[in-house]
């Protein structure tokens, strides 16, 4: 048997919107873009959203919004995807590396606490693997200290915490819909927030530093400009980029977005089910403690091995594709010089596995991994 580690979950909701996009023939940003942002803040529950081309987009422009001064600090976890700390540095601030708690490995909030000093302006919590970080602790400690919040929330779109969606709890929180994530559009990201005014200057900032969209322009002259002769112009009064979602990948999201609830809860009972069949192994326990009662979104099921790379190998070999989550950042040759410690995250990620776990996964599939990992488990 070969099993894929990640696919997306795609059919024919998402074919007949893309044929819609196909016979307006406007692809870019449009109006697809902006009814997916309507349709997502009503969704998570925020007062606005902003479409972007990818989280990494959302991540650099989230920390824009709040015009840091150069050289500044933000607090980011040791253990996440190198977009949190290249967002940083986008920005020519200063990432500083927080360990992460043994048993969740998300954010420590003791090593944030040690970390933090008074250049210190904002903290990116990841939710890691869709395992929430520890937000009312975060929170409460980034109010003592007037840090801005900004969620990451790239493996956890549709995940409630405590009641509450997740990419809420901060001030600005950032999703990923790339391929492989709980839902997708190809590529694709978005900016939410309660702020209306923090975050409204973005949508200049993801389309070139442009203060109209090309949509709406070309709307008002259809409709009632044709004495304008300036209907074409549009005004630059800040460095942008081409960061914007098109309309093509709303409509994938759109489709979506309608199965992201059923997609999530999939994604529970199948960690359901692999919890069940590795819970008498000796050498091998769930990667976080899944709590899997309320609206949680997880990427992904992983597992801890002390053994790792020899299982590595040995799932290879029975065509289970696998992979780890996260090489710690700060152990990347270009993070060397902001390495400052993180030893727990420096000692857990070696014992990390991503397992499948996808939304299309069959039982037959899951069955052929646990026994797998307990044939393993035996030889042991
Ligand atoms: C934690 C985290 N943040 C940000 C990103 C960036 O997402 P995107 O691929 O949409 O730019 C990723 C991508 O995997 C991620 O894992």
């Known amino acids: 048997m070969k099993i894929r580690l990640f696919k997306p979950s795609v059919g024919q909701e998402e074919l007949d919107n893309i044929k819609a996009v196909l016979d307006r023939a406007w692809l870019g940003l449009g109006p697809n873009v902006t009814k997916f942002e309507d349709e997502w803040t009503k969704y998570i529950g925020c007062k606005s959203s902003i479409g972007v081309n990818s989280a990494t987009a959302a991540l650099h422009l989230a ?40 048993d969740t490995a998300s954010m420590d909030i003791h090593d944030l606490e040690k970390k933090y000093d008074k250049d210190c302006v904002a903290v990116i919590p990841v939710h890691n693997g869709g395992y929430p970080a520890d937000m009312e602790r975060i929170l409460e400690f980034a109010r003592m200290k007037n840090l801005k919040v900004i969620e990451d929330c790239a493996h956890c779109a549709g995940g409630d915490y405590h009641g509450k969606k997740l990419g809420t709890w901060g001030d600005i929180g950032c999703f990923s819909f790339e391929e492989k994530k709980c839902m997708t559009t190809g590529d694709g990201g978005m900016i939410c927030s309660d702020d209306i005014e923090l975050i409204e200057p973005l949508k200049a900032y993801r389309w070139v530093g442009i203060d109209k969209d090309t949509w709406r322009r070309a709307k008002k002259t259809n409709e009632n400009a044709l004495d304008d002769p300036m209907h074409w112009h549009y005004e630059i009064s800040v460095l942008g980029y081409k960061y914007n979602m098109n309309d093509l990948a709303a409509a994938i999201g759109l489709a979506q977005l309608k199965k992201l609830d059923a997609m999530n809860a999939k994604r529970r009972a199948i960690i359901r089910k692999y919890l069940l069949g590795i819970k008498d192994l000796k050498s091998i326990t769930p990667i976080f403690p899944y709590q899997l009662d309320n609206n949680e979104a997880y990427w992904y099921f992983g597992i801890r091995c002390d053994k790792r790379d020899e299982l590595i190998v040995y799932l290879n070999n029975k065509g289970i594709s696998n992979g780890v989550h996260f090489y710690p950042i700060p152990m990347h040759p270009y993070f060397h010089k902001y390495d400052n410690g993180c030893e727990v995250s420096k000692k857990i990620w070696k014992t990390f596995i991503t397992l499948p776990s996808h939304v299309d996964l069959t039982n037959e599939e899951i069955d052929y991994v646990i026994s797998a990992l307990t044939e393993w488990d035996r030889l042991q």
């Open 63 to 102: 920390l824009t919004a709040f015009n840091f001064p150069k050289g500044k600090k933000v607090l980011v976890p040791a253990i996440t995807f190198v977009a949190t700390a290249t967002a940083v540095l986008y920005n020519n601030l200063e990432p500083v590396f927080v360990d992460v708690n043994e």
